[in-house]
């Protein structure tokens, strides 16, 4: 089972918008709605973001969104703050070996 | 409050096996739908997940090191073990443990993690 594929990095200015893809097949994104989303700021754990997709766990700023079509998710970050800037990590689970699989990593910058 | 925290040694050396235990509060492992998993990250790559044990005692394994890893629980303790054999230097990372629940199908609290470096 290869990891999920997210680019390796996006930036945008305060208060763009970015997106994050993250590519997968029909075993993982495509047929379940178990993807989540992990932000990870630099020598810290990840922290859940958005959960079967487009849910927000409580505390999480309305800024964040998610979505599917397909085999591919995305988050999107709308009005990016300089406290957004960290790595990205998306997540799936498979229905072949493992049971689940993370993204690739992409590197959100501010700039 | 739901915590976790991962215990274990910081250096081993290569052919040795590594023991993981991650404490946690807040929850019960006994409880229907909960589950708690390993996840690794070598220095500067992305994360891979490893193991998951879930409130049956049903067990679940990266196809990749399966033969290498075996998960267990206590929960009186509130600990899952994870174990590894046969070290490497390619397994230097951070290990964390992290709590799945039904109510979000995702890795919703995570621990710290510890850093553990493969090394003679």
């Known amino acids: 089972q290869s990891a999920l594929t997210q680019p390796p990095s996006v930036s945008g200015s305060p208060g763009q918008s970015v997106t994050i893809s993250c590519t997968g097949t029909s075993s993982d994104v495509g047929s379940y709605n178990r993807v989540s989303w992990y932000q990870q700021p630099p020598g810290t754990a990840p922290k859940l973001m958005i959960y079967e997709v487009s849910n927000r766990p409580s505390g999480v700023p309305d800024r964040f969104s998610g979505s599917k079509s397909g085999n591919t998710a995305s988050l999107t970050i709308s009005g990016l703050q300089a406290e957004d800037e960290a790595d990205y990590y998306c997540s799936s689970y498979t229905s072949s070996s493992p049971l689940y699989v993370f993204g690739t990593g992409t590197k959100v910058t501010v700039l | 409050q739901v915590t976790l925290r991962e215990s274990g040694p910081a250096l081993v050396k290569p052919t040795q096996t590594l023991t993981l235990t991650c404490t946690f509060s807040?929850?019960?492992?006994?409880?229907?739908?909960?589950?708690v998993s390993w996840i690794r990250q070598p220095p500067g790559k992305a994360l891979e997940w490893l193991a998951l044990?879930?409130?049956?005692?049903?067990?679940y394994y990266s196809t990749s090191l399966k033969t290498r890893l075996t998960i267990s629980k206590d929960t009186s303790k509130n600990q899952v073990v994870l174990t590894m054999t046969n070290m490497d230097p390619v397994d230097t990372a951070t290990y964390y443990c992290?709590?799945?629940?039904?109510?979000?199908?995702?890795?919703?609290?995570w621990g710290q993690g510890t850093m553990v470096t493969v090394s003679s």
């Open positions: 807040g929850f019960s492992l006994s409880t229907s739908g909960m589950c």
């Open positions: 992290a709590r799945i629940s039904l109510s979000s199908n995702a890795f919703d609290i």
């Open positions: 044990i879930d409130w049956d005692d049903d067990k």
